[in-house]
Nanobody, 125 residues
Framework: QEQLAESGGGLVQAGGSMRLSCATS????????IGWFRQAPEKEREFVAA????????YYADSVKGRFATSVGDAKNTVFLQMNSLKPEDTAVYYC??????????????????WGPGTQVTVSS
């Protein structure tokens, strides 16, 4: 069973940058997908980005394309979400989630078996 934990959230001004980390632990999967989702108050959880390993492929929501980038750390047990040109509408709790062996559709929460507790990102105007 995988365990995930996000870190790096906080408060930033509009136009600023922030990097989130997703640390994973548990069984050594031969392949996986890490997805990033976010949920603002009174809104549904929405897809942000995803990355496959070892067949590195990345996917982004239209709302963050060109501003956000996800990558795998050298140790392969940490995934990053670099967020640039942040906007107030990016304010949300950000979650990372794991889909073993690329299961399911990358942008669907139900495709992910394991979730972190989330980290708050607040972008002030």
């Amino acid at each position: 069973q995988e365990q995930l934990a996000e870190s790096g959230g906080g408060l930033v001004q509009a136009g600023g940058s922030m990097r989130l980390s997703c640390a994973t632990s548990g069984q050594m999967l031969s392949s996986w997908r890490i997805g990033w989702f976010r949920q603002a108050p009174e809104k549904e959880r929405e897809f942000v980005a995803a990355i496959n390993w070892p067949a590195i492929s990345t996917y982004y929501a239209d709302s963050v394309k060109g501003r956000f980038a996800t990558s795998v750390g050298d140790a392969k047990n940490t995934v990053f979400l670099q967020m640039n040109s942040l906007k107030p509408e990016d304010t949300a709790v950000y979650y990372c989630a794991c889909a073993p062996h690329y299961a399911g559709y990358y942008d669907r929460p139900e495709a992910y078996a394991y979730w972190g507790p989330g980290t708050q990102v607040t972008v002030s105007s």
